[in-house]
Antibody, heavy 119, light 111 residues
Framework: QVQLQESGPGLVKPSETLSLTCTVS?????????WGWIRQPPGKGLEWIGS???????YYNPSLKSRVTISVDTSKNQFSLNLSSVTAADTAVYYC????????????WGQGTLVIVSS | QTVVTQEPSLTVSPGGTVTLTCASS?????????PNWFQQKPGQAPRALIY???NKHSWTPARFSGSLLGGKAALTLSGVQPEDEAEYYC???????????FGGGTKLTVL
C-alpha cells in the first residue's frame, strides 16, 4: 500500500533553512498525483504549505511562498521541502501527503516529523 | 485570504448523532469547494474520511457521512462510538495558488 515517511533534522536554528524529505513507497511519484506538505504547530490546527507534481509544477501557500521551495526527485521516489529564514513560529509537526489535485483529496499521509526552531 | 470556520468543540453521547459544520468566509460552501474531512487523534497524523463533499475512502466507517447543509459543508456521525473522540478538520478548495484552506478543527468529545 501507499506509504510516506518524512525525514530530516528535528532541530533547526533561527534564520537557517529547514529541510525535510518525504520518501514514498508503494506508489510511483511519477503517477497521476500531486504531493504535498502540511504543518501543524504544537496544539494548533493544520496549515497547507504547498504541493508539487512530478513534472515540477508547484503551488505554494501565498503566506509562505517567499520562503518555501518544494522539489521532487523521481529517481529516488522522494520529494522535499525547504523553508528558509525560519523562526520559532515555524516550529511544528510537518506532514507529507499524497494529493489528488482534482478534488484536493489528501488521502495518504506520513506519520509526521516534529521540527523545533531554537538556538 | 479565505478563512474556514468550524465549531471549536462539540459533545455527543455514545450511540448518538452529531453534525459538524464547515463555513467559508467567502460565502456559501458548494460542491465546487470539494469539502474534505479528516480525523486526528492525539499523537497521530490526520486520517482522511470524506472527499468531494460526501465521498468516502475505502477505510471510512459507514457511520460517517458528508453533505452540504445550510451553506456549509457538514460531517455527520451516526451511532457515535467512544473511539470517535478526536479532532476533526475540514479542508476547502479555494483556488489559485493557495489551493486548500483548513478549518480550525472541532474537538469532539464522546461522553
Amino acid at each position: 500500500q501507499v506509504q510516506l515517511q518524512e525525514s530530516g533534522p528535528g532541530l533547526v536554528k533561527p534564520s537557517e533553512t529547514l529541510s525535510l524529505t518525504c520518501t514514498v513507497s508503494g506508489y510511483s511519484i511519477s503517477g497521476g498525483f500531486y504531493w504535498g506538505w502540511i504543518r501543524q504547530p504544537p496544539g494548533k490546527g493544520l496549515e497547507w504549505i504547498g504541493s508539487i507534481f512530478h513534472s515540477g509544477t508547484t503551488y505554494y501557500n501565498p503566506s509562505l511562498k517567499s520562503r518555501v521551495t518544494i522539489s521532487v526527485d523521481t529517481s529516488k521516489n522522494q520529494f522535499s521541502l525547504n523553508l528558509s529564514s525560519v523562526t520559532a513560529a515555524d516550529t511544528a509537526v510537518y506532514y507529507c501527503a499524497r494529493l489528488q489535485m482534482a478534488t484536493i483529496t489528501l488521502d495518504y499521509w506520513g506519520q509526521g516529523t516534529l521540527v523545533i526552531v531554537s538556538s | 485570504q479565505t478563512v474556514v470556520t468550524q465549531e471549536p468543540s462539540l459533545t455527543v453521547s455514545p450511540g448518538g448523532t452529531v453534525t459538524l459544520t464547515c463555513a467559508s468566509s467567502t460565502g456559501a460552501v458548494t460542491s465546487g469547494y470539494y469539502p474534505n474531512w479528516f480525523q486526528q487523534k492525539p499523537g497521530q497524523a490526520p486520517r482522511a474520511l470524506i472527499y468531494s463533499t460526501s465521498n468516502k475512502h475505502s477505510w471510512t466507517p459507514a457511520r460517517f457521512s458528508g453533505s452540504l447543509l445550510g451553506g456549509k459543508a457538514a460531517l455527520t456521525l451516526s451511532g457515535v462510538q467512544p473511539e470517535d473522540e478526536a479532532e476533526y478538520y475540514c479542508l476547502l478548495y479555494c483556488g489559485g495558488a493557495q489551493l486548500g484552506v483548513f478549518g480550525g478543527g472541532t474537538k469532539l468529545t464522546v461522553l
